[in-house]
């Protein structure tokens, strides 16, 4: 069963390009990990990123939550970049997806 994780977050003012320096490291190393799935960031107006990443399955997220250098980046990030962050993981029960006219559950 796929794993989802949504993290929202608020970056400190004056941060923004070494955040995404780190960031486009960090999501080149996710999407070389086994059971990565995908990765959407959304940044609202007001400020807020949400990062959508979905792995296959728990072994392959605890694999990707524990790599040493992901662990040093959410360490940066709390001491350096991040104002506040939300972090929601969860199991998917249900997919849906439409393209065109044909709606394809999972």
Do not use: C, N
């Amino acid at each position: 069963m796929p794993i989802v994780t949504v993290f929202r977050s608020r970056l400190r003012p004056g941060v923004e390009d070494e955040y995404q320096r780190l960031a486009g490291a960090m999501s080149e190393l996710a999407h070389a990990m086994d059971g990565f799935i995908e990765e959407k960031l959304f940044v609202a107006a007001d400020g807020e990123r949400v990062t959508i990443v979905r792995f296959a399955d728990w072994p392959s997220h605890r694999a990707w939550a524990e790599h040493p250098a992901h662990r040093e980046a959410q360490r940066r990030g709390r001491d350096e970049f991040y104002e506040s962050y939300d972090i929601t993981v969860a199991e998917e029960t249900d997919h849906r997806t439409m393209e065109g006219s044909s709606d394809q559950s999972r």
